[in-house]
């Protein structure tokens, strides 16, 4: 079975704090996503990236990078926390399979308040 | 710029129904779509993922159709039971690209 874990489930933190949120997966895939979910907002891209030291930008990286230096690790860095950024954050990695599709699996999210 | 709607937001049944969930999305150039459930709190979990030159898969209860011409894909649950409650979720990547685009879900709840 894939498994993709995420350093914590809940997580709180101060304003103005520089926030690591950790992504392991353990099947080789090359993607990697960073997503956060909000209510009414759904699910919307951090960051992604496709390969080992690569990354692109979702459509809100504002205030957030990201580091991927091992295939099997992604993280997600909040430099400088604001209460904006309390959410619900998710990992995701994909594959290819029979026929090139790419089938994403989920990490448990991590929930992160930010006061 | 690809826009993915789901509707209704929120659904409730009585057990054993069969049911069908929409989702929308504006721009026919898809690699594919997925179909996710979400129980609360939780990470989503994949359901059926249905490539684009595909119209249909199939899982136990579970069927997702694709139509790309009309920008729309149903996930049709036969008989539901009560712990079919969940979120249901549908995101579709674009071609040439590695994004998936979300909708926002419908929120079903099957009564014993």
């Known amino acids: 079975d894939v498994k993709v874990t995420q350093s914590s489930r809940y997580l709180v933190k101060r304003t103005g704090e520089k926030v690591f949120l950790e992504c392991v997966q353990d099947m080789d895939h090359e993607n990697m996503f960073w997503y956060r979910q909000d209510p009414g907002l759904g699910l919307r891209l951090i960051y992604f990236s496709y390969d080992v030291k690569m990354k692109e930008k979702g459509d809100i990286p504002e205030g957030y990078s990201v580091s991927r230096e091992k295939k099997e690790r992604f993280s997600l860095i909040l430099e400088s926390a604001s209460t904006n950024q309390t959410s619900m954050y998710l990992c995701?990695?994909?594959?290819?399979?029979?026929?090139?599709?790419?089938?994403?699996?989920f990490g448990p999210g991590t929930r992160l308040t930010v006061t | 710029k690809q826009e993915v709607t789901q509707i209704p937001a929120a659904l409730s049944v009585p057990e054993g129904e069969n049911l069908v969930l929409n989702c929308s999305f504006t721009d026919s150039a898809i690699y594919n779509l997925q179909w996710f459930r979400q129980d609360p709190g939780k990470g989503l979990t994949s359901l059926l993922l249905?490539?684009?030159?595909?119209r249909e898969q199939t899982s136990g209860r579970l069927n997702a159709s694709l139509d790309k011409s009309s920008g729309r894909s149903t996930l049709y649950i036969a008989a539901s039971q009560p712990g079919d409650s969940a979120t249901y979720l549908c995101a579709v990547r674009g071609s040439g690209t590695y994004k998936y685009i979300f909708g926002t879900g419908t929120r079903l709840k099957v009564l014993a």
């Open positions: 995701a990695s994909s594959f290819p399979y029979s026929g090139g599709a790419y089938e994403q699996y």
């Open positions: 249905i490539q684009s030159s595909q």
